[in-house]
């Protein structure tokens, strides 16, 4: 590739029947491409987790996914109330989910330990009252 | 094994057929969807009491073969389109989930 290919999406904060289908689209978009069954996975992962948060605690955003010869870059930007102790959060098992979201089988507290259990790098950009901003990669 | 030897079993409700030649490699029991979204095996049978669009998000983002719901359990009715339009098979039982992965895993002996 002598270009990066460059995909965005914008994910709504109210609708969980719809989450997940930014993620379903990428990884369609890397089975089409060839790219290794190991790879797909972990994008697959790591962004359906930070789509879904985005979802679940953030009111929605944007998600910006970049594909260059050797790299996928993902940045989940929100605007939502921010996350006030990364550390706390990137803890297993540590979860705000309300209980109507956790009836539906989220509020693990496992997401954010699994998006940086998948991706090669990432790194957390938060601001109470300003929003989030995700950026992870996975190296191909 | 593959989901059509799951379907001649006859021990499952079958809901949706999807894809009835796809390989079945090992059951996998969860409800949790990030804990099943990062330990879900690929073309695995994932047994699980969590019936909705995203248990088939997850299931189609892991490539598990098919999903088992258990103790009851139904999708909706626009669910149940969504599984059929991304092609995974769904199963029910009233059995709980323990009893239904054991049924799956006795097939494989
Ligand atoms: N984009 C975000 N904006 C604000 N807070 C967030 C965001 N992402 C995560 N958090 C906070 O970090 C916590 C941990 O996130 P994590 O994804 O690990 O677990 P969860 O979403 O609560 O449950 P699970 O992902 O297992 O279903 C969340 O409960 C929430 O408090
Ligand atoms: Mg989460």
């Known amino acids: 590739m002598d270009e990066n290919l460059v995909f965005n999406y914008t994910i709504s904060g109210d609708d969980f029947t719809r989450a997940g289908e930014a993620s379903s689209d990428v990884k369609n978009k890397l089975k089409m491409m060839g790219l290794d069954n190991n790879i797909i996975r972990k994008v697959a992962i790591a962004m359906y987790e930070g789509e879904i948060n985005m979802v679940i605690h953030a009111n929605g955003g944007t998600i910006t996914v970049e594909i260059s010869a050797d790299n996928i870059r993902m940045i989940l930007a929100d605007t939502g109330p921010g996350i006030a102790d990364i550390d706390k959060a990137m803890e297993q098992g540590y979860s705000t989910a309300p209980e109507e979201v956790r009836a539906l089988g989220f509020g693990a507290g496992m997401g954010l330990p699994n998006m940086k259990k998948y991706s090669d790098h990432m790194e957390i950009d938060s601001t109470v009252g300003i929003g989030t901003t995700v950026t992870m990669d996975i190296h191909i | ?109």
């Open chain 2, 1 to 109: 094994m593959t989901i059509q030897t799951l379907i001649d079993a006859g021990i499952f409700s079958l809901k949706v057929t999807g894809d009835p030649s796809k390989n079945i490699s090992k059951v996998f029991c969860c409800d949790l969807l990030s804990i099943a979204m990062s330990k879900a095996p690929a073309e695995g049978a994932w047994v699980t009491v969590m019936g909705n669009k995203n248990t088939l998000a997850v299931a189609s983002l892991t490539d598990i073969s098919c999903i088992i719901l258990a103790e009851g359990i139904q999708l909706l009715p626009d669910d149940l389109a969504c599984a059929e339009r991304e092609g995974i098979t769904v199963f029910t039982t009233d059995l709980p989930i323990f009893d239904a992965a054991l049924k799956i895993q006795e097939l494989f002996a």
